[in-house]
């Protein structure tokens, strides 16, 4: 069965069930893509470009847009290098299936740890560079001239010699029949042109509009509805239902079990499904974990705090020899809760099942992922599947690793032969069924010399590992390596400070609660372990704590550049106006460098973040805008997680079930951030993770400042800071 | 003494890791080695031998994994054993299945463990001594933090 969108912008027809559906940017477009890559596609250039004789530039993304201005930014260097006039440009996904079948030719469409754009940024830029370079090829063939004597420029391709110029769009045919060249040399970024411009984001006017589709919105024609209820407690299986109770209630068309936790209604109807759902007797298997508890599992963590059995993620010298002999040593104990991603849009999937196709519609930060997930539930060879992906209401790592509701879609379709379904969680059923930030603890031991000079520090992280939960083929002989994200020897998670000794190990404590990478990952805590932690170290020893920061910075200049800048720009060593109070933060993650100076007050126990200054050095910044609303929503999400994040685990199950419970900060609370872009060059860092982790470090720091209380477990919430 | 554990974890801690990518240890190079031991060197065809197995799979943590061999499973002509071998995973050598005529079809489903994308190889010997292979390449995406997709 082929699939129709019916596209009005680009004015044709894309496939056929759905006719009528209109769809804007990042529109799936498998069929064509599919058909042309045996038949060749007259208006494909290469794969990355499209170009129509209205002038239109059409990039192609691999990469999911969810928020995080991927799909602007790597059109930018598309762009930058094809030369074309950025007004003409527009976008759109190649489907996951269509990249199977041409061979991967967009590579990875996986959307997570801050790589979208400095792990595609190479190819994508060659790909605009040959596409020009084919453009230029194709006018100078029609001109009988050598290709080097002609330029392009926004679209248009001159040969000064004759005084000649024509337009991609005239040259876009005869173009897209040369050999894609290779070695094409790309610009110095200094000569930037499109790329490193604070541009406009092309979604911005579709979102403003409510033009914009996003997973929960799809309706296909003759479309079911689909609500499902999965065991709550953590690895609980479904026992029975009682279909009969429901069956005969309005719009109900099927009661299935769906895998071997879950059961769904079907109706004609979203709200029939869930109320049918809410009346429909079902009994839970709880299995082992019925009765666990958080006390239960902060007991089953802690303890790793002291154990023996540690794996060894970091070392240098040895700090526990240094600490032993130190002349006096420091020691902190901090803990970190389980956390929900709490995406704006919960989890979603449109599928369209027969025996030999199966199609969904999602919203995802991989498209392949969802189209391995789909085929799979499907019982069906990838090549007879297809996905169609969606911008994300929100994704924050939990659309990317664990595609779970995309295999219910598939498995509750497959009842319905034919007929798309949707399938949408409630809120209670996202909150309930989360890949969670994982629980852990660190205890933090430093050792100091008498002139108050770290000697050795000693860094045990006990609790959970994400890999050995998701991946565990990924371990790295029994290590996680993301487990110490900013400890690390060296990449991108490296240590940011240069000590004579340091021990980073990780006794690893997994309790049954799935856990998931959460924008920042571990970066998040372990910055606020290290970072709250010198700046205990510097307050024992009597020191400033950004000059003790720099102290242990010499090897890390852009750390220290960082650091420097955001004291300078929040004027750190001079008064601060009356009640305000400073603090610090700074490391290094996802391959770029990180600081924050955070000024608060606390009246009467309430804190106000009033400002944070934080910079960032990404290496290269393709668009310095996005930057700044990036770390400025990050700042949104970190905050939060610090302020109020927190699910807690009762009768083997999260007992967070709504926003009333699992608040996220509001616009009164938010600060102004000032965001310094400094880029430094010689390297590609990431973005939308990174900076979210110097926030809370700094805000503790500045409220430690403040009251002289240590917080060392979160959330904040749960300390009373008028004492 | 020391262990392989305490040794690689030793020479992870003196050198450093790469947080990324994964931990696949294999290489094409000792897949081929495996392969050699497991032929005694001799020639292998192309041929008789179907790996089913995804284009694509989401984790690796669990592939579905078929192998089916063209045999009429006799005395005197049947398969002996199929070997699946991974180009790119800690061991390159993931399964092994024996069979006798008595087995009465060649034909083994199982879930296999990968740990990254890589080029997964069916490996077939004959009761004449002869061998035959299919390959398959499979993309293991990953998604979020670690990134082999």
Known sequence: ?723 | MVSRRAALLGAGAAGGFALLPGTASATVELRDQVLAELTRVAPVDTGRVTLTIPGVAENGLSVYTIVEVESPMTEADHVRAVHILAANNPIARLFTASFTPASGIARVATNIRLGGSQEVTALAEMSDGSFWQDRKQVVVTIAACVDGG
Request: hydrophobic residues 40%; contains cysteine; charged residues 20%.
């Open chain 1, 1 to 723: 069965m082929k699939t129709t969108l019916d596209v009005t912008r680009r004015g044709f027809v894309v496939g056929g069930a759905s006719a009528g559906f209109m769809l804007g940017m990042g529109l799936p477009l498998g069929d064509r893509l599919g058909a042309h890559a045996q038949t060749g596609f007259p208006d494909e250039i290469n794969a990355w470009v499209v170009i129509q004789p209205d002038e239109t530039v059409v990039i192609r993304i691999a990469r999911s847009e969810m928020g995080q201005g991927t799909l602007t930014g790597l059109a930018q260097l598309v762009a930058e290098e094809l030369e074309c006039d950025w007004a003409n440009v527009t976008t759109e996904y190649p489907t996951p299936a269509t990249n199977l079948e041409r061979g991967r030719v967009w590579q990875s469409m996986s959307t997570g740890g801050s790589r979208g754009i400095r792990e595609s940024e190479q190819y994508v830029r060659e790909g605009g560079a040959a596409a020009r370079q084919m453009l230029i090829q194709a006018a100078a063939d029609a001109w009988g001239v050598d290709a080097s004597e002609c330029t392009a420029a926004k679209g248009v391709i001159s040969h000064e010699g004759s005084g000649q110029s024509t337009t991609y769009g005239q040259v876009a045919e005869a173009a897209a029949k040369l050999e894609v060249p290779s070695g094409i040399p790309l610009k110095d970024p200094k000569d930037w042109t499109i790329a490193g411009q604070p541009l406009k984001r092309l979604d911005t006017r579709d979102k403003l509009t409510g033009k914009q589709i996003y997973g929960a919105d799809i309706k296909l024609p003759g479309m079911l509805n689909a609500a499902i209820r999965q065991c709550p407690i953590f690895e609980g299986k479904l026992a029975s239902f009682d279909a009969a109770e429901v069956k005969n209630m309005p719009g109900v068309k099927h009661v299935v079990q769906v895998g071997d936790d879950a059961v769904a209604v079907v109706a004609e109807r979203w709200w029939q499904a869930k109320t049918a759902l809410d009346a429909l007797p079902i009994e839970w298997d709880g299995g082992e974990h019925a009765n666990l508890t958080s006390a239960e599992i902060a007991a089953f963590v802690e303890e790793g705090l002291d154990a023996e059995d540690a794996i060894t993620g970091n070392t240098v010298g040895d700090a526990k020899a240094a600490i032993a002999a130190a002349a006096s040593t420091v020691e902190a104990v901090y803990a970190y809760p389980f956390q929900h991603h709490a995406t704006m849009e919960p989890m979603n999937a449109t599928a369209l099942w027969t025996e030999d196709r199966c199609e969904v519609w999602c919203p995802t930060q991989n498209g392949e992922a969802a189209l391995a997930a789909a085929a799979e539930a499907a019982g069906l060879p990838p090549q007879q599947c297809e996905v169609y992906k969606y911008h994300l209401g929100g994704g924050f790592g939990r659309r990317g690793a664990v595609h779970d509701y995309v295999r219910q879609a598939v498995l509750i379709a497959q009842n319905v032969p034919g007929t798309p379904v949707k399938l949408l969680w409630t809120r209670e059923e996202d909150m309930a069924h989360g890949a969670y930030h994982p629980i852990t603890r660190a205890k933090m031991t430093a050792g100091l010399n008498e002139a108050g000079e770290i000697t050795g520090l000693h860094v045990r992280i006990a609790g959970q590992s994400i890999l050995a939960g998701l991946m565990p083929q990924r371990l790295q002989d029994g290590m996680d390596p993301v487990t110490f994200q900013c400890l690390a020897a060296e990449g991108d998670h490296a240590l940011a400070y240069t000590f004579p000794n340091f021990l980073a190990d990780h006794a690893m404590r997994n309790p049954p609660v799935r856990p998931g990478f959460w924008r920042g990952v571990n970066a998040n805590q372990n910055a606020i372990y290290m970072e709250c932690f010198i700046d205990e170290v510097a307050h024992a020893a009597g020191k400033d704590p950004l000059d003790f920061r720099m102290s242990m910075l010499g090897n890390h200049p852009k750390n220290a550049a960082v650091l420097k800048a955001v004291a300078e720009r929040a004027g750190w060593g001079t008064p601060a106006p009356d009640g305000i109070f400073r603090g610090l933060a700074q490391c290094s993650a996802f391959g770029s460098h990180l600081a924050a100076c955070a000024e608060i007050s606390v009246t009467d126990g309430n804190l106000k973040i009033h400002r944070i200054v934080a910079a960032t050095d990404s290496g290269h910044a393709v668009n310095p805008q996005q930057i700044e609303a990036q770390v400025e929503g990050s700042f949104v999400y970190g905050l939060s997680a610090m302020l109020y994040g927190e699910c807690t685990v009762a009768d083997g199950r999260i007992e967070q079930a709504n926003f009333d419970t699992y608040p996220v900060m509001h616009i009164d609370e938010m600060p102004e951030v000032e965001t310094i872009v400094m880029p430094s060059g010689g390297f590609w860092g990431g973005v939308g993770e990174p900076t979210i982790a110097v926030a809370a470090p700094a805000v503790l720091n500045a409220l430690f400042a403040a009251t002289g209380k240590r917080v060392r477990s979160f959330p904040l919430k749960h300390h009373d800071l008028s004492a």
